[in-house]
């Protein structure tokens, strides 16, 4: 007895056919008999009372304040003392000019300038006593200050880098407060600078 030889590739189409008409068959099956859910509200298991604090005494006197004018319409003015009666009065910005900070302040230890600070009152530094103290000792010489000149050639800050005598050194520092400077330049901008600056004290003869 021979076997039968199903040839598959010429079922092919026959079997899909017949796979989607039983899968048709088994959704309307599925929509028609199946039972339909039906979506119920979500209740809370406990409900909490809602709690209503009373305002403490302090804020139960509390007075609304009224609310602010309505701006007023512009009216044309019937004579020129209405508009003189009505007109502001001009703001005094006296006394609100821009000052310098008087802290963190401290130029870089070394800038490139091309016009040197120069000092506009160096005569201050010889005027006044010579210390009493120094003068009967017989001390005179040379004592060096780093002075911190800012773009408008103000001295900010006054370092004794080599001092003389603590007399000497307390009046030249006083002194070196007072000098002002035409500022540094660079690039035709004015720049902060670090200037040595040393101070001569000799006695008179």
């Known amino acids: 007895m021979k076997e039968k030889i199903v040839d598959l590739k010429k079922q092919y189409p026959l079997n899909i ?24 509200p979500y209740l809370p298991k406990f409900s909490k009372p809602i709690q209503v604090d009373k305002l403490p005494p302090q804020l139960q006197n509390i007075v609304k304040p009224p609310p602010p004018p309505k701006p007023k319409m512009p009216v044309a003015a019937k004579s020129d003392e209405d ?16 000052k310098e900070a008087d802290v963190d302040f401290a130029p870089p230890r070394f800038v490139a300038y091309e016009v040197a600070p120069k000092p506009l009152n160096e005569g201050i530094m010889r005027q006044g006593t010579y210390p009493e103290v120094a003068r009967r000792l017989g001390i005179e010489g040379k004592l060096y200050l780093e002075l911190w000149i800012d773009t408008k050639g103000t001295v900010r800050n006054v370092i004794i880098t080599k001092p003389l005598y603590p007399a000497i050194d307390k009046i030249a520092k006083e002194r070196a407060y007072q000098l002002k400077f035409s500022p540094a330049m660079q ?12 101070v001569i004290f000799k006695l008179e003869n």
């Open 17 to 40: 056919r017949i796979g989607f008409l039983i899968t048709l068959v088994l959704l309307i099956l599925g929509f028609k008999f199946i039972p339909e859910t039906k979506r119920q």
């Open 83 to 98: 508009v003189e009666a009505e007109t502001i009065e001009k703001t005094d910005f006296s006394g609100l000019e821009k």
């Open 187 to 198: 690039n035709d901008k004015p720049v902060a600078v670090r200037l040595a600056y040393p």
